[in-house]
């Protein structure tokens, strides 16, 4: 089993900027594509970024050029580095993993507040 742990959520101001940070409990080589989504109060789940075992990248149009993906495979971690916050990117933030066999594993989630 598969264990996904999210951190570095918090309250932040508006232009202000995250990183947050998604620990594996085994070696993402394994992992074809990593990603984050986000859930705000009443929305449904939402895409943010991926990432590939080959480094390949995709953005939601509403981050582009505000967020930035990125894994580090030695330490078995992914990242997404969050600047200029708006209040709208507000939510909560899971982690998502998925193998070689198409399997899924979420994080339990970090929380994200942009607000004055």
């Known amino acids: 089993q598969v264990q996904l742990v999210e951190s570095g959520g918090g309250l932040v101001q508006p232009g202000g900027s995250l990183r947050l940070s998604c620990a594996a409990s085994r070696s993402i080589f394994s992992f074809s594509t990593m990603g984050w989504y986000r859930q705000a109060p009443g929305k449904q789940r939402e895409l943010v970024a991926t990432?590939?075992?080959?480094?390949?990248?995709n953005n939601a149009d509403s981050v582009k050029g505000r967020f930035t993906i990125s894994r580090d495979n030695a330490k078995n971690t992914l990242y997404l580095q969050m600047n200029s916050l708006k209040p709208e990117d507000t939510a909560v933030y899971y982690c998502?993993?998925?193998?070689?066999?198409?399997?899924?594993?979420w994080g339990q989630g970090t929380q994200v507040t942009v607000s004055s």
């Open positions: 998502n993993a998925k193998d070689v066999l198409f399997r899924g594993y």
């Open positions: 990432i590939t075992s080959g480094g390949n990248t």
